[in-house]
């Protein structure tokens, strides 16, 4: 089946640093890719869509300078979550979407971010 | 805009017992439906969809219809297993309009089934 991985699992860090998280379908070519964020105990929101060589499309509410998406190849998506504060802390998952029916997406395991 | 509206957990359950995990919906066109589950460290997988209206989805003994009538997309299993412990989500997506594609999903219901 369709496999995407995320990368880094869990990341920790200072207030004020930038970090990046990759999105990677791993033996399908994603077209379209989707960035979720997940509180405890609530739903995924979905922060913002990006296809392959364009610009994302975000959700309203999220601050696209503060969550920069690259979506720079068909099986590569990062999130760059700049000048982080504690407030960012959450999980953020991602899926993909290949050349199939408009509903199927394949979901990443998740990173959990926690920003001191 | 569209909304999904689950049961709130968690939900503890003997093995065997009976599930049902209650969710309803509002939107705007003709949406599809869908169950999603995420077991312990890992991603969400698509457990079970339906299209359109009284379709019924079903995979891995769990059941789902789709109730216009009713807004509904309750999920049921007959006898679970303590295997089935995870969390569940109950989802939509639009096929057309500005929505096309994105997936709108419910707060998640944790499930427990002991031995």
């Known amino acids: 089946g369709a496999v995407v991985s995320q990368h880094p699992s869990r990341v920790i860090c200072k207030s004020g640093t930038s970090v990046k998280i990759e999105c990677r379908s791993l033996d399908f070519q994603a077209t379209t890719m989707f960035w979720y964020r997940q509180f405890p105990k609530q739903s995924l929101m979905l922060m913002a869509t990006?296809?392959?060589?364009?610009?994302?499309?975000?959700e309203q509410g999220v601050e696209k300078d503060k969550f920069l998406i690259n979506h720079a190849s068909l099986t590569l998506s990062t999130l760059t979550v700049t000048s982080a504060h504690p407030e960012d802390s959450s999980f953020y998952i991602c899926?993909?979407?290949?050349?199939?029916?408009?509903?199927?997406?394949?979901f990443g395991p998740g990173t959990r971010l926690t920003v001191t | 805009g569209n909304s999904v509206t689950q049961m709130e957990g968690p939900v503890t359950l003997s093995e065997e017992a009976f599930l049902t995990i209650n969710c309803t919906y509002t939107?705007?066109?003709?949406?599809?439906l869908f169950w999603y589950v995420q077991y312990p460290g890992e991603g969400l997988q698509l457990l079970l969809k339906?299209?359109?209206?009284?379709d019924k989805g079903s995979n891995k003994g769990f059941e789902a219809t789709y109730r216009k009538e009713t807004t509904s997309f309750h999920l049921e299993k007959g006898s679970v297993q303590v295997s089935d412990s995870a969390v569940y989500f109950c989802?939509?997506?639009?096929?057309?309009?500005?929505?096309?594609?994105?997936?709108?999903f419910g707060q998640g219901t944790i499930l427990t089934v002991h031995p």
């Open positions: 990006s296809n392959e060589g364009s610009k994302a499309t975000y």
């Open positions: 989802a939509l997506s639009e096929s057309v309009g500005t929505s096309y594609g994105k997936l709108t």
């Open positions: 899926s993909a979407r290949g050349g199939g029916t408009f509903y199927e997406q394949y």
């Open positions: 939107a705007t066109g003709y949406p599809s």
């Open positions: 339906a299209t359109k209206a009284d």
